[in-house]
């Protein structure tokens, strides 16, 4: 079946960067792009990026253009996100999830556990 | 950015009463991309409706999907209290996908 594995929480002081990790099984990795999405405590969804596994090529949400990377390792079939200059307002679960289509505009169909960052002095 | 308003806020149902939450986009949405998820507390999001009105994979038929342009709705035809979550719309037609803020659907 198909299954989206996360690295486990972290905690980071302001300024910091975070790598967030998420091991895929269960499918072709090169046939399905993946997503990233944020959720602070108590709100809602924030579409963070996407990634195409087969060219690792990326495009992010404007908000996050400059302070995030996202990078794959086909030999892992694993994705990366990266934040930098991390502040209170990043404290968040962060989501991979899996674009149904493999086209990179669709919903998706598979997410990850989730992996809690907490971004604090 | 295509901005998703959903409405009420929260919903009260009694078990197995039908309930429907709206949501509505700023601008069209192109070929009806429009998806709606079920996030429970401490889960991840589950994909119920796609494409405006396609089940995902092993959804109850209880769920569907209704609307197009710039209107959605998503029916729970006779609510279950394991229905008890947030559901969320997202649109993936457009760059940034967008989310909807959410539904609270509760037990009344």
């Known amino acids: 079946q198909v299954q989206l594995v996360q690295s486990g929480a972290d905690v980071k002081k302001p300024g910091a960067s975070v790598k967030v990790s998420c091991k895929a099984s269960?499918?072709?990795?090169?046939?399905?792009?993946l997503h990233w999405v944020r959720q602070a405590p108590g709100q809602g969804l924030e579409w963070m990026g996407i990634?195409?596994?087969?060219?690792?090529?990326?495009r992010f949400a404007q908000k996050f253009q400059g302070r995030v990377t996202m990078t794959r390792d086909t030999s892992t079939s694993t994705v990366s996100m990266e934040l930098y200059s991390l502040r209170s307002e990043d404290t968040a679960i962060y989501y991979c999830?899996?674009?149904?289509?493999?086209?990179?505009?669709?919903?998706?169909?598979?997410w990850g556990q989730g992996t809690l960052v907490t971004v604090s002095s | 950015e295509i901005v998703l308003t959903q409405s009420p806020g929260t919903l009260s149902l009694s078990p197995g009463e039908r309930g429907s939450l709206s949501c509505r986009a700023s601008q069209s949405l192109s070929s009806n991309s429009l998806a709606w998820y079920q996030q429970k507390p401490g889960q991840a999001p589950r994909l119920l409706i796609y494409d405006a009105a396609r089940r995902a994979t092993g959804i109850p038929d209880r769920f569907s999907g209704s609307g197009s342009g710039t209107d959605f709705t998503l029916t729970i035809s006779r609510l279950d209290p394991e229905d008890v979550a947030v559901y969320f719309c997202?649109?993936?037609?457009?760059?940034?996908?967008?989310f909807g803020g959410g539904t609270k659907v509760e037990i009344k």
């Open positions: 997202q649109q993936y037609g457009n760059s940034p996908l967008t």
């Open positions: 990634i195409n596994p087969v060219s690792g090529t990326t």
């Open positions: 999830a899996r674009d149904l289509g493999g086209t990179g505009n669709d919903p998706f169909d598979h």
């Open positions: 269960g499918y072709s990795f090169t046939r399905h792009y």
